[in-house]
């Protein structure tokens, strides 16, 4: 729900009803001008259009004053060069007309404004017989507050008001008050029914102009699927003949970069295929798909209306229909079967060049809040709001493990494409739509599963190739998907150009590779269906914090920038992944662990297992509230992190709920631009008195001195093996309060790891200055990881044989992913060449289990 409200200026102007697509005369403006303005030789007045739901532009062509005898037109031309408008605006939007007036002017002639081109509604719909025009001059406050469609966060954003504005202040009724110079606040959505609240800008002048809101919770208009969907995607085709695809080739046009198949179908053919195959119960429709079969758009309803007959889901990609059509599908679909649209990879500048960066509008500021902040409610947000103009229900699927973000900015569901850049890790980025999902709600996700396109790099013959898919889509099911795509594959090949071994060509339908392809869905959605999924989500006792304004794309790449800065990294290389982003490395070798040969001779990038169980990415940021942390009994932090008073009060309560921490001195700096190297006490949390988790006060640096030996033996840290590297770190000097127990110290006797009891909790806490990605404190780190986890292991979990605790590296159970439900236990073997074997512990019993490879093992708990 999206609601403006607008305080009253000096109104200079107003028509409703305005008509649009016509040049529109105002007359009188003569007397808009004051002296002031004749002294300075301009008029600056601010234009602004109420489209309502609908955005709206201004055509090219002149905006000037006129009289009978000349023509004053704009001092800074609106209108790029060639542009036919100036692009979509969105209702209330202002745009400041100044124009030049002469020393001369006459005041005895009647001055009107003239806007030649006229107004035009963007999108056309139903408001635009009703669009209202405004002109006013000075200070305006504009409220423009937002709720998405799950009701989860109230966005309440004042970048429309004019004027020259130095503050904001907010205020919602009953929850709280916000200053600040920025131009947007969001709190998670109260549990209120209807929210109350002000928006009040300040001037240089001192002058205060304040817009009253009103914002009523939202209630999700689809219910989602209960049962686990499986799909497969239909791509456009056109039927060409023989004689068609000679000239096209001779022509130099080519088909997915190679040369046309011969063999070609109708969509239709397609979907027919795929129900009487019974490759799933989910048809994916890409764009033009409708287009090459030839179907009206009664056809395109009728044919997901026959698929709703036969209980098979249907939805699209990248699609963009007006309301009313979409309406008709979803009716199609019984209200039930038609799901609407996923807007695919919206979110991909965060993961590609500084080009798409650019594209897409970026704003360089180098600051981590505004980054973020424009990320989920100016870029996500209104994406999500442009699709759901159309649809009910958006989708997004994103190379990137950034789930919590995008579901912040007001997407319904996520759907990760799976093998791919940050998603390449299937584990990882799994755990953290799921972390989002269960923060954000409704607790559902899904895998896109870019097999094809992913791993050109294995030949289709190998025999590594569809185990690969395999072990996917079984994982998928045991970490608790609801949604499982296969993207490419089963139609035909796409990436064939590009996979090796192909002879840089495609192959068709009724060859051996899509055949494969085919082979493996039918044969994961038979098992899916004769096996229902345990009720509820798999036990997850530890979690890994997403830190506040921490862009990790679920990958570390060395020339990417966190939140795409690329012109900021220009000029502060801090802002290229770094230390920080290695905090993440290590922490993703500990809890998803990918085997070097569970793809044989073929770098693995992709598969992982959990041999400490299944652990969430859940973001902890100022929106977090302690019930959103309940589920973990352990939370560690990795990569970047800004404390906050907000943040540090819900990790103070979630720790006095019994709660446990691991966390590092960098996870405490308040910095927001980046700098973590050249960082002192005052840039701490408290500048440097850390009682609110723990007691501890920093007080400077030194250097670790000596060998570093353990002191307390909790977490079983081995004296030098990891602990070596650590000799001549920065170390912070404390001053501890009572009930710290060093862990470990160095030569001087300085603590290097402490640990504290904090409520019914505990904060363990490393006192590096550096983060825990640096070379000297990694190894430390992933065993404190390991140690942390492993000690709230349920009864339930694996060993190497022989063995009482799990571990990260053990070389077998690394490569085993297991789930632990309610009534059920889910066993998968990631290799793809090699079984593996291992003990399963249930609570007094141990029992041997070997897995051959890619088994999937369902027990009983």
Request: one cysteine or more.
């Amino acid at each position: 729900m999206l609601v403006y409200s607008v305080a009253r200026a000096e109104i200079l102007f107003e028509r409703e009803n305005i008509r649009l697509v016509a040049p529109i005369e105002i007359e009188n403006v003569g007397e808009w001008i004051r002296s002031e303005d004749r002294v300075r030789g301009t008029l600056a007045v601010y234009l602004s259009v109420n489209s309502h739901s609908d955005g709206w532009t201004i055509s090219q062509g002149e905006i000037a004053l006129q009289d009978s005898a000349a023509r004053y037109p704009l001092k800074t031309p609106l209108f790029k060069d060639k542009a036919a408008n100036l692009g979509r605006l969105e209702s209330h939007q202002p745009l400041q007309l100044v124009f030049t007036l002469p020393e001369n002017l006459d005041r005895s002639k009647p001055l009107k404004l003239l806007i030649q081109g006229g107004i035009y509604a963007w999108s056309g719909g139903k408001d635009s017989d009703r669009f209202c025009l405004t002109i006013w001059r000075g200070p305006r406050a504009v409220a423009v507050a937002t709720v998405d469609a799950q009701g989860r966060v109230l966005t309440v954003d004042a970048s429309k008001s004019t004027g020259e504005i130095v503050g904001y202040e907010f205020e919602i009724l009953g929850i709280g008050r916000h200053a600040t110079p920025n131009t947007r606040w969001s709190i998670r959505m109260p549990p209120v029914d209807k929210a109350e609240g002000k928006v009040t800008v300040v001037t240089t002048n001192g002058t205060r102009q304040t817009a009253a809101f009103e914002v009523v919770r939202t209630s999700p208009a689809v219910k989602l699927p209960e049962e686990v969907l499986v799909g497969v995607c239909i791509y456009p085709e056109t039927r060409l003949t023989a004689e068609e695809i000679d000239k096209l080739e001779a022509d130099g046009k080519t088909e997915w970069d190679g040369p046309y198949r011969r063999e070609r179908h109708s969509p239709a053919f397609y979907i027919d295929r795929a129900v009487e195959e019974e490759l799933g119960n989910l048809i994916v429709m890409w764009p033009e798909v409708a287009k090459t079969a030839c179907w009206s758009v009664e056809q395109e309803t009728a044919c997901i209306g026959t698929l709703a007959d036969q209980a098979i889901y249907s939805m699209t990609i990248y699609q963009r229909v007006d309301r009313a059509t979409a309406e008709r599908f979803g009716k199609a679909g019984r209200g039930r079967f038609f799901l609407g649209n996923n807007m695919g990879e919206f979110a991909s500048y965060m993961y590609q060049s500084a080009r798409s960066a650019q594209v897409s509008n970026v704003p360089q500021e180098g600051h981590l809040e505004a980054c973020r902040d424009w990320f989920v409610h100016g870029y996500i947000a209104q994406g999500a709001r442009n699709y759901r103009r159309s649809y009910d229900l958006v989708f997004s699927t994103s190379g990137s493990a950034l789930a919590a973000y995008e579901l912040q900015g007001g997407i319904d569901v996520m759907v990760s494409e799976l093998y791919a850049i940050g998603a390449a890790n299937l584990a990882y980025a799994t755990a953290e739509m799921r972390g989002a999902a269960r923060k954000w709600k409704p607790v559902y996700w899904g895998g896109w599963l870019a097999h094809e396109w992913q791993t050109t790099g294995i030949p289709f013959q190998a025999k590594e190739k569809f185990p690969l898919l395999r072990a996917g889509l079984y994982q998928q099911f045991l970490m608790g998907s609801s949604l499982i795509v296969l993207e490419s594959g089963s139609q035909t090949t796409q990436a064939g150009f590009y996979t090796k071994g192909s002879g840089k060509r495609n192959f068709t339908y009724s060859q051996e590779p899509p055949a494969r392809y085919r082979a493996e869905m039918k044969d994961f959605y038979r098992y899916v269906k004769k096996h229902p999924r345990a009720a509820g989500m798999p036990e997850t006792r530890v979690a890994v914090a997403l830190g506040h304004c921490d862009s990790f794309v679920g990958i570390f790449l060395d020339w990417l920038p966190q939140w795409a800065q690329f012109e900021t990294a220009k000029k502060n290389h801090n802002w290229l992944y770094g230390t920080p982003e290695r905090s993440w490395q290590v922490a993703q070798r500990v809890f998803f662990p990918m085997p070097a040969k569970a793809v044989g001779e073929y770098k693995n990038a992709w598969l992982a297992g959990s041999p400490l169980g299944q652990v969430d990415i859940v973001q902890i940021d100022r929106t977090t509230v302690v019930e959103d942390l309940h589920t973990y009994r352990a939370i560690a932090y990795a990569g970047w992190n800004s404390m906050n008073a907000k943040i540090a009060d819900t990790l103070r309560t979630y720790l006095e709920r019994g709660g446990r921490l691991l966390i590092c001195l960098p996870h405490l700096s308040t910095r927001l631009d980046r700098e973590y190297s050249e960082y002192g006490v005052a840039d701490l949390f408290g500048n440097g008195d850390l009682s609110k988790l723990l007691p501890v006060r920093v007080t400077g640096r030194k250097t670790v001195e000596g060998k570093v030996g353990v002191v307390d033996k909790a977490f079983g840290v081995p004296t030098d093996e990891v602990t070596a590297p650590l000799t001549g770190a920065n170390l912070a000097q404390i001053e501890a309060g009572p009930g710290v127990v060093t862990v470990c110290s160095d030569a001087s006797g300085a603590p290097v790891v402490v640990r504290c009891p904090v409520g019914a909790g505990e904060v363990v806490m490393v006192l590096m200055w550096e983060y825990p990605g640096h070379p000297a404190i990694a190894k430390l780190y992933a065993h404190l990881l390991n140690a942390f986890a492993a000690s709230e292991r349920g009864d339930v979990f694996i060993t190497e044989r022989g063995e009482c605790a799990p571990r990260c590296d053990g070389p077998e159970t690394a490569s085993i992913s297991y789930a632990v439900y309610a009534d059920r236990i889910y066993l998968l073997n990631m290799d793809t060449r090699a079984p593996r074997t291992f003990d399963l512990h249930q609570s007094d019993r141990v029992r041997t289990v070997t897995l051959k490879p890619v088994e999937f093992l369902e027990a009983e708990r």
